[in-house]
């Protein structure tokens, strides 16, 4: 079983990062680019996952990590909504699509897999702890099995 002290330790997070760098990419070429309106949301909600992750996180308590979690799957599919009318409007290449999708898949179930971890943990963040102890050495928030 891992040990995650840190957001940017998380696979989920990481694959966020990339994400987001992707989609800056995509957007930044064509006619993508002059789309003010969808490239916005899109680049919005692409951030909105790894920045959900990470605050989640940060948060004292399991339950507002899953939370947060929540609003970062929900951004996953509304960054895959989005991908599709950029294709149907011809800013998305059909393997540009698939590749991006794919990414968005594995993301997804990152995020789901790290949900069941939480839900099935017997730690519940700092916020459950003693007051005496919660400015001690930081509480470890997660262990995930590898």
Same mark, same amino acid.
């Given at each position: 079983m891992a040990t995650i002290t840190n957001f940017r330790e998380?696979?989920?997070? /990481?694959?966020?990062?990339?994400l987001a760098k992707?989609?800056?990419s995509l957007t930044r070429h064509s006619e993508f680019a002059k789309d003010y309106g969808l490239?916005? /949301?899109?680049?919005r909600a692409a951030v909105s996952i790894g920045s959900n992750i990470a605050e989640g996180f940060e948060r004292d308590s399991n339950a507002e990590f899953m939370k947060f979690l929540s609003y970062a799957k929900g951004s996953v599919?509304?960054?895959?909504?989005q991908l599709y $009318?950029?294709?149907d409007v011809g800013y998305v $290449?059909? /393997?540009?699509l698939e590749t991006l999708e794919k990414q968005l898949m594995a993301l997804g179930r990152m995020i789901g897999k790290l949900q069941v971890s939480l839900k099935n943990s017997d730690l519940r963040g700092r916020y459950? $702890?003693?007051?005496e102890t919660r400015n001690s050495e930081p509480e470890t928030l997660l262990h995930v099995k590898k």
């Open positions: 998380l696979k989920c997070w /990481q694959a966020a990062r990339m992707d989609i800056y490239k916005d /949301q899109i680049q599919g509304e960054v895959s909504s $009318t950029a294709s $290449t059909l /393997q540009e459950h $702890t003693r007051p």
